[in-house]
């Protein structure tokens, strides 16, 4: 049957605070990276993406931070809410028209 | 609204019995791809195309087979399922390889008795 799921990293957080997910990324040849959200039973939603050339963009309460250096993404979400819950996945564009998936977090808000 | 759309949301079939999935696009994208997602995992590429051009990925089994018969419509086909490929079959679009991001569909569960 289905191999066993792997016991994903966990981020809980207190409704209202801010919360900080990590992810690192393989190929210092990507360009391109994205943070998508997944809800239980969902496809992958898109969050905020940003191109190589920046290291910090911003959307409506998420901020994803590059740091090519230590090939290293986060994503930032301000004023957390119960809403907010998922598996948040990052994911890089490795020029060869592929998305790299990240382990994935899974974020719990709590009221 | 322009989306991505996968039918069905809920698919059970018998181990070694035929089975195919269905992606649709409203979005009139050129590439059309397809994840193998289990449970607690990041979805898994299993090959994409890029308008008539198939791209498998390396380690998909040859169990797995695509078909893009038009712009809208690309599907799935497992030609013997077996208790291992009991996942989520997640269809995502794209308006170019490479950059961009990649619009998914609700994703297909398929449960193999």
């Known amino acids: 049957g289905e191999s066993v799921g792997l016991h994903l990293p966990t981020l809980s957080v207190q409704e209202g605070d801010n919360s900080i997910i990590n992810c690192a990324y393989s190929?210092?040849?990507?360009?391109?990276f994205i943070w998508y959200k997944q809800e239980s039973g969902k496809g992958p939603q898109f969050i905020i993406d940003?191109?190589?050339?920046?290291d910090k963009r911003q959307g409506q309460r998420v901020t994803v931070l590059l740091n090519k250096t230590v090939k290293h993404l986060s994503l930032q979400i301000a004023a957390t809410q119960p809403g907010d819950s998922a598996v948040y996945f990052c994911?890089?564009?490795?020029?060869?028209?592929?998305?790299?998936f990240g382990q994935g977090t899974e974020l719990s808000v709590k009221p | 609204d322009a989306m991505v759309i996968q039918n069905p949301r809920y698919q059970v079939t018998q181990f070694g019995k035929p089975v195919t999935l269905s992606c649709s696009q409203t979005?009139?994208?050129?590439?059309m791809y397809w994840y193998q997602q289990k449970s607690s995992q990041a979805p898994k590429l299993l090959f994409h195309y890029y308008d008539k051009d198939f791209n498998n990925e390396a380690d998909t089994p040859d169990n797995f087979q695509s078909r893009r018969p038009n712009t809208s419509f690309c599907f799935l086909d497992i030609r013997s399922p077996g208790l291992g490929d009991a996942a989520m079959y997640l269809c995502?679009?794209?308006?170019?390889?490479?950059?961009?991001?990649?619009?998914f569909g609700p994703g297909t569960r398929l449960t193999v008795t």
């Open positions: 979005l009139n994208h050129n590439v």
């Open positions: 994911a890089e564009n490795n020029q060869g028209g592929k998305l790299i």
């Open positions: 190929n210092s040849a990507s360009d391109y």
């Open positions: 995502a679009t794209s308006t170019s390889r490479g950059q961009g991001e990649q619009y």
């Open positions: 940003i191109r190589s050339n920046m």
